[in-house]
């Protein structure tokens, strides 16, 4: 069996031979089939990329009818029991897990890196009062590449590897910060002698006490939520990290890109959107007629569905786990049971078996998110930071791949042709 197609043109009867690779043809073959020599040959329209791979990546495999993720070929499943957001941020920039060594050159460095430039303060102190967090992790992201202006030079390794570094290290310190910001209290400063969660959590919730001491419980479910978030193949931010990166900019730039992108509500945003729903909900008994206005389109069951992932969202399953774990130190979560029963009802509703939509990671980690003290505003910041590491992962392999080009698509041009314009005055008169 040859991997090819044999595609004929009915206007000028012409086959054409199409080589499949890796479960894919070229845009630039199907460009071969033209009606006549002077006419442009054939592209491929397909809005929102939903059948268009965008790229070859040896980062993120998803399995989306199986139900199944791997990060450079690990189950996400043993990663999130086993490992930590450290290590599992090394392991995508780098493809390997850490020796001893390395990882400890790893942590040093990140840990080394928290700290933010005193300007950076300040201009988050501009924001308004009531600004949206991803507003403003998206505008410090963006004016960190200001303070790195080297960063530009993205051909060099050891220059990449720094912004890196210093990108995995500050987001927490502007995210916290921008959540310090609505809550009108003083920044806390990062403090080195505790782990990445345990120093996020401090930067948090930091008050009067000489050293806060992070409930190690909390750490450890805050690290493995960030690991569940880390990487997700080709989904919207990343897709924007891609594109934007594809101009040749600094790293910093591309990822403010991928924040922007996150903020959506039907993206990273649909973990607030999930709160506002259940909250919105209110009672079990309110589930039907909701559900009813799903189905009439009125309403959106947001944490539900996924472009991929045609079954249950391994990562939802494993969320739901580390609220079991996170409400044994904070006490259940009310809307959980609003959560579980709404679950329950649209697994087993036509409307939503028909479409294939389960639980996505949005479903219940803003259940987690709100029993840790944080508003819903802040959940997608949280998503953030833990998608870091991935963006950038994602990022470092575009600057390597040789295929790669400035991204800029065709389109299908509905316009007019070929006015004459009359001047203002003329129009007016
Ligand atoms: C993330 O891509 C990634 O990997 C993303 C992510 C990551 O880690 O980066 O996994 C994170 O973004 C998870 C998704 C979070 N978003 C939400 O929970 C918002 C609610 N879900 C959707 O809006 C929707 O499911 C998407 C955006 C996630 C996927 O949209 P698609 O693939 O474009 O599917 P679609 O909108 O074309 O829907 C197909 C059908 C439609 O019905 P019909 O028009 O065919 O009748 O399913 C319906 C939709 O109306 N549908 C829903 C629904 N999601 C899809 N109906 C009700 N509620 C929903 N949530």
């Not at 979560?333 to 609003?338: A, C, E, R, S």
């Amino acid at each position: 069996m040859t991997e090819s197609l044999t595609v004929r043109d009915n206007r000028t009867g012409t086959e054409y031979e199409v080589p499949i690779t890796d479960g894919t043809i070229r845009a630039a073959d199907i460009g071969k089939i033209k009606a006549s020599e002077d006419t442009p040959g054939l592209a491929v329209y397909d809005p929102g990329f939903v059948n268009t791979a965008s790229c070859r990546s040896s980062i993120t495999y998803i399995d989306g009818d199986k139900g199944i993720l791997e990060y450079r070929g690990y189950p996400i499943e043993q990663l999130a029991e086993k490992s930590s957001f450290l290590e599992v941020a090394y392991l995508l920039i780098h493809g390997d897990l850490p020796t001893k060594e390395q990882y400890e050159a790893w942590v040093h460095h990140i840990t080394y890196h928290t700290f933010v430039h005193e300007n950076v303060k300040d201009f988050m102190q501009g924001f308004r009062y009531d600004a949206h967090p991803m507003g403003m992790l998206m505008a410090s992201v963006g004016a960190l590449s200001t303070f790195y202006p080297e960063s530009r030079n993205i051909s060099d390794a050891d220059n990449r590897n720094i912004q890196i570094i210093r990108m995995i290290a500050k987001m927490p310190t502007l995210g916290a910060w921008s959540f310090r910001h609505a809550q009108g209290k003083p920044y806390v400063y990062p403090d080195n002698s505790l782990d990445y969660s345990g120093n996020f959590l401090s930067m948090l919730f930091k008050m009067s006490e000489t050293q806060y001491e992070p409930d190690p419980r909390l750490v450890k479910a805050l690290d493995t939520l960030l690991i569940l978030h880390a990487d997700h193949e080709q989904n919207a931010s990343t897709n924007a990290v891609r594109s934007v990166g594809s101009t040749q900019v600094d790293p910093y730039s591309a990822v403010s890109a991928g924040v922007a992108a996150l903020f959506g509500p039907l993206h990273g945003g649909a973990n607030e959107a999930v709160l506002r729903m259940l909250k919105r909900i209110g009672t079990v008994d309110n589930i039907p007629s909701f559900i009813e206005g799903v189905k009439n389109g009125d309403e959106r069951l947001m944490g539900f569905g996924h472009r991929v992932y045609k079954n249950y969202d391994p990562r939802a399953k494993l969320i739901k786990k580390a609220a079991e774990d996170v409400f044994e130190v904070t006490g259940t979560n009310p809307l959980l049971d609003i959560a579980v029963e709404l679950e329950r009802i649209a697994l087993s509703d036509e409307y939503f078996v028909k479409r294939k939509l389960y639980p996505n990671v949005d479903f219940y980690s803003g259940l987690i998110y709100e029993a840790l003290q944080f508003p819903p505003e802040f959940f997608t910041v949280l998503f953030a930071i833990g998608r870091t590491p991935g963006w950038l992962a994602q990022w470092l392999e575009l600057t390597q791949d040789k295929e790669q080009k400035i991204a800029r698509p065709k389109q299908i041009y509905t316009g007019e042709r070929g006015l004459t314009f009359t001047p203002a005055e003329e129009r007016w008169a």
